[in-house]
């Protein structure tokens, strides 16, 4: 691969005719700013496309890649991808052989999307790097062309980095995997600074890992990771991050040099590169809804743990869901994933405290969500100073786990505390319960399917909104200007289930794909009870009935008070750290006992098919300055 200046009309695209619409061939590198069009989609990667330092490649929404294998769009430590697709006209990567129709088995037909930063890591690979925290330390990407090392470079000293923005972006059927520990993944992020932007992701069937993080201090939100050939979620080399609102479906695909085909562990969770290294991951995950891939028939484990420790990592989990375990919901491998063949054991010997005998569930215990302390921030090294002040490196509250039968499933979560030492249904520590009911609407397997000797049964649809003890969380997350106060558990709210219109899974079928509720978020101001959820029962069809209703309302003198805004339009106007969604054509006042308010039951009129409607409250509460409201997410109904 040779760097080549990249022009809209010049040699570095070719246009492919063909009975189907042409498409535009990127197979030089961008070595200056470039806008990929709508009008020229869809586009084919054509082996490793770099955008090289100090350019930026924007990608307008809707647009569509196509491509071979061995092809990979790899951001530079010093460029920029500005991805921003919408619900409507998301940016979808997937393969050339993809018709629309959903392949079970099917991945490894192109590369991936690669995003290397600037932020501060731990490894210790590269001899120059040091165990402590050093601009100086970087790694080569794993799975880039080994003849174009200048270019695969992630690391530094600015956890600030910016690489760009991702939004409504779909990956389907890639990660090419060439030789076991080369494979690409969904979406690699590597030493990638918080003041990068990506939320409303979505990896579907990838040989390898899902989503992998390497050190930095990326954020992420509204993430779906179905059906991996390795880890849905790998961390490793000290990120320092957040992430809510995250669905993992395990699964199976097509076999590759990493393995069986089956989903390993759910999520990985690598503290530093080796456990004595500095930064170590300290992380905050709240609302994740976990699916793994059960047992086959003959009482194997296909798929591993649904969360797996490694290296000293610190994290707090807060109104996550796990369910369906194939081995242990918990597992901490105590040693050092790469330092002596995987023998070195973590713990004193490093004068660090290992998992082990430091796990706590305390209700009333919880540590700083990541952020160094001091403004400016302080030393990466201090960064895991600033949790929990006795020491303990794991924190879970308000999780819900469902149908984990493994006889391995709970024994190790007990022996750390995590419940109590007899696990009964309905009882719960740190809010933590084992639940007998399913949290989640829906999930429906299909047919087995047999790969090296195991057999699972795939999740054939998914319906991932809460119902029963799920709608409704003790606590919620901080108003931190990053994570939402989500009162629930797990990575949906009722009635709102973020996949609609704009995922693989929503297209192919996997999970619902009506429009006639679907949910506007990022809109939402919370109060003393969280951020308020609106949602509604019916499907808008003339002649049903339909219920507009919120929930997560403060009580304001022995009520709830809602402002019911409906209109035929979307204004999305800004006031009071919200954002109203409708074009307020209609607005009520709606009451109800402290907690929730609905809108009368109405029947849906004749006459109104295809038209669009839009729907929020905006409430009072106690929690914000006099004359301002609280504002639920918004719902947008398309009458069939």
């Not at 040099?257 to 004595?276: K, L, T, V």
């Not at 300290?282 to 976990?290: D, E, G, Y």
């Not at 809108?599 to 914000?624: E, H, I, K, R």
Request: hydrophobic content about 35%; some cysteine.
């Amino acid at each position: 691969m040779h760097p080549h200046h990249f022009f809209i009309s010049g040699a570095a695209i070719l246009i492919c005719a063909s009975i189907a619409k042409a498409q535009t061939v990127i197979s030089n590198d961008f070595a200056t700013s470039a806008t990929l069009t709508l009008a020229n989609s869809p586009y084919q990667l054509q082996g490793d496309v770099y955008v090289l330092p100090g350019a930026t490649l924007t990608i307008e929404a809707g647009v569509r890649f196509a491509s071979t294998s061995n092809s990979t769009l790899a951001i530079t430590r010093g460029a920029q991808i500005i991805a921003n697709g919408t619900k409507d006209a998301p940016i979808v990567f997937t393969s050339v052989n993809d018709t629309g129709v959903y392949r079970q088995l099917a991945n490894n037909e192109w590369g991936n999307l690669t995003i290397m930063g600037s932020g501060y890591i731990s490894e210790d690979e590269i001899p120059s790097n040091s165990s402590s925290p050093a601009s100086t330390n970087y790694a080569d990407m794993e799975g880039l062309t080994p003849a174009n090392p200048a270019n695969n470079d992630y690391g530094g000293g600015n956890d600030n980095d910016d690489s760009g923005s991702l939004s409504y972006c779909a990956f389907r059927y890639g990660g090419v995997a060439s030789i076991p520990g080369k494979e690409l993944n969904g979406l690699s992020l590597g030493g990638v600074g918080r003041n990068t932007d990506i939320h409303h992701i979505e990896i579907l069937n990838n040989i390898d890992d899902g989503i992998e993080i390497w050190g930095g201090t990326v954020n992420l939100k509204y993430v779906s990771i179905w059906n991996v050939g390795d880890d849905s979620l790998d961390i490793d080399q000290g990120w320092r991050g957040k992430a809510q609102f995250g669905l993992i479906v395990q699964g199976l695909s097509n076999t590759g040099a990493q393995g069986s085909g089956f989903g390993d562990n759910a999520m990985e969770i690598d503290g530093a590169e080796r456990c004595d290294w500095q930064p170590v991951t300290t992380c905050a995950l709240h609302n994740w809804t976990v699916i793994g891939g059960e047992n086959d028939a003959a009482g194997g484990a296909p798929t591993d743990e649904l969360v797996e420790f490694r290296d000293n990592a610190r994290v707090q989990f807060l109104n996550c869901i796990f369910m369906d375990a194939g081995k242990e919901v918990v597992n901490d491998k105590v040693t050092d994933g790469e330092a002596n063949n995987n023998t070195t054991v973590c713990g004193p010997a490093s004068s660090v405290p290992q998992l082990l005998s430091r796990m706590t569930t305390s209700a009333g215990t919880t540590f700083g969500l990541n952020a160094f302390p001091g403004s400016p921030e302080s030393t990466p090294a201090q960064a895991y100073t600033a949790q929990d002040p006795t020491g303990n490196l794991v924190q879970f509250r308000g999780c819900l786990y469902y149908n984990n039968d493994a006889p391995t499933a709970y024994p190790e979560a007990l022996s750390y505390g995590l419940f109590p030492s007899v696990p009964v249904p309905g009882t719960n520590h740190a809010n933590n319960d084992i639940v007998t009911t399913m949290p989640i609407a829906a999930r429906t397997r299909g047919a087995a399917v047999v790969a090296t000797g195991h057999a699972i049964n795939p999740v054939t649809f998914l319906d991932p909104t809460p119902v029963g003890v799920a709608t409704s969380a003790a606590e919620f997350s901080p108003n931190d200007g990053f994570f939402t106060p989500a009162r629930f558990t797990g990575a949906f709210a009722r009635g709102n289930n973020w996949l609609i219109g704009w995922t693989g899974t929503s297209q192919f079928g996997l999970t619902s794909n009506s429009q006639a509720n679907n949910p506007i978020t990022g809109v939402e101001r919370g109060g003393v009870q969280g951020v308020p959820v609106h949602y509604t029962d019916g499907d808008w069809t003339p002649g049903s009935s339909v219920t507009i209703a919120c929930e997560n309302l403060a009580d304001v003198g022995g009520l709830s008070v809602g402002v019911l805004v409906f209109g035929a339009g979307q204004v999305n106007v800004p006031v009071f750290g919200g954002v109203v969604v409708p074009t307020p054509t209609v607005i009520y006042v709606v009451t109800g006992a402290p907690g929730s308010v609905a809108f009368n039951t109405f029947t849906m009129p004749g006459g109104l098919s295809g038209q669009t409607f839009y729907t929020q409250f905006l409430a009072f509460d106690p929690g914000v300055p006099a004359n301002e409201f609280v504002f639920s997410n918004a719902q947008r109904h398309i009458v069939p």
